[in-house]
């Protein structure tokens, strides 16, 4: 069973950074996981996921450039780089993991994920 426990978040001003962190068990150490966010009223979006294995990394369009997935595979983390934050980044960020795919379905399509931690909180004021 995947556990997942997201942390990190908080409140910064336009222009911030934040880390999030994604303590993760009993994940498949050659799989996908990824982190998404919600904001009110709002679809849940992909942000980023990476490839446990390779490290390989696919980004929303919305934050390349200005966040990072990473990953401590001695601490089973996985890590969300947020620079250059905006007002428009403000949403409940989630970790996810147990990733089930179809042919031709994307890694930042919350609906192949079965895992899912609690969610941390950001906001960016302007």
């Known amino acids: 069973q995947v556990q997942l426990v997201e942390s990190g978040g908080g409140s910064v001003q336009t222009g911030g950074s934040l880390r999030l962190s994604c303590a993760a068990s009993g994940a498949d150490r050659n799989n996908w996981m990824g982190w998404f966010r919600q904001a009110p009223g709002k679809e849940r979006e992909g942000v980023a996921a990476?490839?446990?294995?390779?490290?390989?990394?696919v980004y929303a369009d919305s934050v390349k450039g200005r966040f990072r997935i990473s990953q401590d595979n001695a601490k089973n983390i996985v890590y969300l780089q947020m620079n250059n934050l905006k007002p428009e980044d403000t949403a409940m960020y989630y970790c996810?993991?147990?990733?089930?795919?179809?042919?031709?379905?994307?890694?930042?399509?919350?609906?192949?994920?079965?895992?899912w931690g609690q969610g941390t909180q950001v906001t960016v004021s302007s």
């Open positions: 990476i490839q446990l294995g390779s490290g390989a990394a």
């Open positions: 996810a993991a147990d990733i089930r795919r179809e042919r031709g379905d994307s890694v930042l399509q919350s609906t192949v994920y079965h895992a």
